[in-house]
């Protein structure tokens, strides 16, 4: 604990408690608080995270879900209605795609991600609720059998500019890829490409939803009614979160 809270952690107890629960022995715990000495994510070192009340399990050089994105999976819990499709895009480690599963069972839950190391993990998460993971670029990874039926589409898409992704935390630009965090000269680069996509590939009534900053609220509604998508957006304080969504 004196090693880690010397190295600048904050939650020095909280994270030593975790990393003598995760070590199979002294001498990987030994490896372990060095690691995290080091500045490795204490998720990538533990090799889980916990996210809306599961365990999601994570690896070296995959996206940690953050504790903000519970209102993501909430809002799309609730977008669920008639149809029963699925689809998390840019999905990491599937967190968000296996938080909604455990909220609304029987789900047809399909991820796709770009990261090799990302499917790879994905796939663990997502076997025991049945879920499919694509490798590939947004909807070039998606199955021709999912267009015009899917229910609910998240893409928790990159949307730090690309001149403020040298100021976020080092666990984050040193650890997890840059194509995770980086959305391009005003951070929605990416959105505008999954925004002009999603009507091909969502039902008559279907929802996208993705997380922005609070100050891309405009463009990014733009964005959304451009590809002909009614736009909402919903804020939440205590979570520090804000998410569009786009019903067809």
């Keep these: 604990m004196a ?91 599937g967190a968000i795609a296996a938080a909604v599963a455990d909220r609304v069972p029987g789900l047809s839950v399909h991820a796709a991600d770009i990261e090799p190391a990302a499917v790879e993990v994905a796939r663990r998460n997502l076997a025991p609720i049945g879920g499919h993971v694509y490798a ?23 949307y730090v500019p690309s001149g403020a992704v040298g100021l976020l935390p080092p666990e984050a630009r040193d650890y997890e890829p840059r194509r995770a965090l980086d959305g391009g000269a005003d951070g929605l680069d990416v959105l505008r490409r999954v925004a002009a996509g999603a009507p091909g590939w969502l039902r008559p009534g279907g929802t996208l939803l993705s997380e922005i900053g609070v100050d891309q609220i405009d463009p990014a509604k733009a964005a959304l009614s451009s590809a002909g998508l009614a736009p909402d957006v919903v804020s939440d304080d205590d979570l520090d979160a804000t998410v569009i969504l786009g019903r067809r």
């Design 3 to 93: 090693r880690l809270r010397a190295a600048g952690c904050v939650f020095a107890e909280d994270e030593a408690r975790l990393l003598i629960g995760s070590a199979p022995d002294p001498e990987r715990l030994a490896e372990m608080v060095a690691e995290r000495v080091r500045g490795v994510p204490l998720e990538h070192v533990v090799g889980w995270a916990e996210f809306c009340g599961i365990r999601i399990a994570i690896g070296p050089g995959v996206f940690v879900p953050r504790h903000r994105t519970e209102l993501l999976v909430r809002l799309a819990a609730t977008a669920i209605q008639d149809g029963r499709a699925l689809v998390d895009l840019a999905c990491g480690s």
């Design 136 to 158: 590939g670029d947004l909807f070039d990874a998606l199955p021709e059998s999912l267009r015009g039926r899917v229910d609910v589409l998240v893409a928790n898409v990159p």
